[in-house]
T-cell receptor, first 110, second 114 residues
């Protein structure tokens, strides 16, 4: 069974820092990997989708990479802002199923 | 383009009462999911529909939970009777395909059982 792990569970950084969030998965046979953002009391908002044939995707200050062979993905956030404070979750797609990590709770301090 | 719409956003009931949640997916998305999310955890799949067919309901507690997706569009998730442990956020999501499609979520329905 696919297992998805996100470390650290929580992260606090000062505004302006560049940071990396990690996602690891146990089974490299995936179709794609998706990063989400979740604000308190809200649903999940899709940030980036990386197809299994791709190595990375970029959107604004966000860059996500995928290394299937090592079972890892990273989400890079450049020049962090207080508005980036949220929980970030990754999910991998296996055979007709999405497997989610528990998320990294990010706090960006002004 | 409208996103995934869920209602109600919040529901407080006493144990043993019934409750129902409604979801309208993104237009054209044939795959619909219901997830349960507990505080501090990732979503857990309850049921997945391909059009109107429930193709994965292995994690749905069928003694008290039921779901339907009439005409392959809107969906309803019902709990009867509710238990204290059912307090959680119920998330609906949709995608154009279950293998490679991007997943889009609604705002969720937060259930509190007293």
């Amino acid at each position: 069974k696919q297992e998805v792990t996100q470390i650290p569970a929580a992260l606090s950084v000062p505004e302006g820092e560049n940071l990396v969030l990690n996602c690891s998965f146990t089974d490299s046979a995936i179709y794609n990997l998706q990063w989400f953002r979740q604000d308190p009391g809200k649903g999940l908002t899709s940030l980036l989708l990386i197809q299994s044939s791709q190595r990375e995707q970029t959107s604004g200050r966000l860059n996500a990479s995928l290394d299937k062979s090592s079972g890892r993905s990273t989400l890079y956030i450049a020049a962090s802002q207080p508005g980036d404070s949220a929980t970030y979750l990754c999910a991998v797609t296996g055979f007709n199923k999405f497997y989610f990590g528990s998320g990294t709770k990010l706090n960006v301090k002004p | 383009e409208a996103g995934v719409v869920q209602s109600p956003r919040y529901k407080i009931i006493e144990k043993k009462q019934p409750v129902a949640f409604w979801c309208n997916p993104i237009s054209g998305h044939n795959t619909l999911y219901w997830y349960l999310q507990n505080l501090g955890q990732g979503p857990e799949l309850l049921i997945r529909y391909e059009n109107e067919e429930a193709v994965d309901d292995s994690q749905l507690p069928k003694d008290r939970f039921s779901a339907e997706r009439l005409k392959g569009v809107d969906s309803t998730l019902k709990i009867q009777p509710a238990e204290l442990g059912d307090s959680a956020v119920y998330l609906c999501a949709s995608s154009q395909g279950s293998r490679t499609g991007e997943l889009f979520f609604g705002e969720g329905s937060r259930l509190t059982v007293l």
